[in-house]
Nanobody
Framework: EVQLQASGGGLVQAGGSLRLSCAASGFTFDDYAIGWFRQAPGKEREGVSCISSSDGSTYYADSVKGRFTISSDNAKNTVYLQMNSLKPEDTAVYYC????????????????WGQGTQVTVSS
């Protein structure tokens, strides 16, 4: 059974940090890319950051460049999203997802999704 377990969300003040984790199981991790997406109330789901497990290539949305860092521990089948200098506009439910091959910024191209973790940044 494929599972993506996102965790690490919470409530933090503006300027603070959180680290999200996405633990994957049930598929060959090295053959997939993992993406982090977020969705705020009333807004469309947007790609935040992605990483290809095979070559480590990464993507960051302009809104998070320089503040967020994605990394992958292939031995643990886990992808992390370190979020620093958080802003109130980062408030959303964050989802991790897996797509076969290279990463994509298009959510509809992803094969598997986790359940989401809430990130709330207070001003």
């Amino acid at each position: 059974e494929v599972q993506l377990q996102a965790s690490g969300g919470g409530l933090v003040q503006a300027g603070g940090s959180l680290r999200l984790s996405c633990a994957a199981s049930g598929f060959t991790f090295d053959d997939y890319a993992i993406g982090w997406f977020r969705q705020a109330p009333g807004k469309e789901r947007e790609g935040v950051s992605c990483i290809s497990s095979s070559d480590g290539s990464t993507y960051y949305a302009d809104s998070v460049k320089g503040r967020f860092t994605i990394s992958s521990d292939n031995a643990k089948n886990t992808v992390y999203l370190q979020m620093n200098s958080l802003k109130p506009e980062d408030t959303a439910v964050y989802y991790c997802a897996a797509v076969s091959g290279s990463y994509s910024t298009m959510p509809w191209e992803y094969d598997y999704w986790g359940q989401g973790t809430q990130v709330t940044v207070s001003s």
